[in-house]
Structures are given as C-alpha cells and as structure tokens.
C-alpha cells in the first residue's frame, strides 16, 4: 500500500482535529452554562420544588434529575474558562457519568473477573492478551479462573 505524503492531507487532518477538539471544549462550556442556569433556578424554587419542577421539564430538558446533578457539580466547581485537554476530558466523564472506577477490587476473584469481563464487553475486547503472544478468550479465562477456584475444594473432599 503506498503512502501518500502530501503537506495538503497532513493540513486537513490537522484542521479536523483542531475542530474536534474545540467542538469537545465548546461541548464542555455549554453543559457548565447548563449546570449554572439549573443552580440559578433550584437557588430560586421554594424548598421541595426542585425535583418536582425538574420532572415536570425533563422531556422538555432532556435530561434526568442525575443528570441535572452532575452538570450542577461540575459547574460548582469548575468555571468556563480555557481547558486543557485533560481537564476537557475529566469534565466530560464527570458529567456523562463515566468516571473511573476506583472502588477497590472485591476479595473474590469471581468478583473480579466480571469487573474485567464488564470492562472487556464496554471496549469491544474478546481475548485477554496474557504474555507477548499468548491470548485467551474471556471464555477460556473464565474456564481457568474457574478450575483454579476449584482445586482446593477438590484436594479438601479427596
């Protein structure tokens, strides 16, 4: 396959990618304008109206009450000024809820193992690589860890 070097095809890429990114940065300012404009009018309802305004409006909104807590947290704590690329990126899985899971693993290693296969299913995964060259498939792990967590049960009852 040949490779086409042309300074034109490496401007258009670049110009894609600056739009891209401005467009997440200017996605970002708009849900911190949102989060802002929601503090306003809960600050302005009489106490135990928010929710109930928010349910009224939310077809119309477009988002759930969660949703309407996590642009208003954001926008606490966070202003709309120029972001860095990671802060873009830290803002936007605090506000789409997709932040990190940082939750201590559980102590069984079934528990563990979903953790992993839930992961694995979110970013289209279907074989583990194990060493440089050696890959299994969810299945086969699953097979392993399970056999493994078996033995000692095994050698007990003999």
């Given at each position: 396959m040949d490779i086409i070097q042309t300074p034109?095809?490496?401007q258009a890429i670049g110009v894609m990618y600056r739009r891209a990114r401005d467009s997440q940065r200017e996605s970002i300012a708009y849900l911190i304008e949102c989060g802002e404009a929601l503090r306003r009018q809960?600050?302005?309802l009489p106490h135990g109206e928010w929710e109930l305004w928010l349910k009224a409006h939310e077809e119309i909104l477009g988002f759930s009450l969660r949703q309407a807590q996590r642009m208003m947290q954001?926008?606490?704590t966070t202003s709309t000024s120029d972001f860095s690329d990671d802060e873009c990126a830290k803002i936007s899985?605090?506000?789409?809820g997709n932040?990190?899971?940082t939750s201590p693993l559980p102590h069984d290693p079934f528990g563990n193992f979903e953790r992993f296969r839930n992961w694995a299913m979110k970013h289209h995964t279907d074989f583990v690589e194990l060493s440089v060259g050696q890959r299994a498939s969810l299945m086969e792990l699953y097979a392993l860890i399970g056999r493994v967590l078996t033995l000692p049960a095994a050698k007990e009852a003999a």
């Open positions: 034109e095809l490496a809960k600050a302005a954001v926008a606490k899985r605090a506000i789409w932040e990190p899971d």
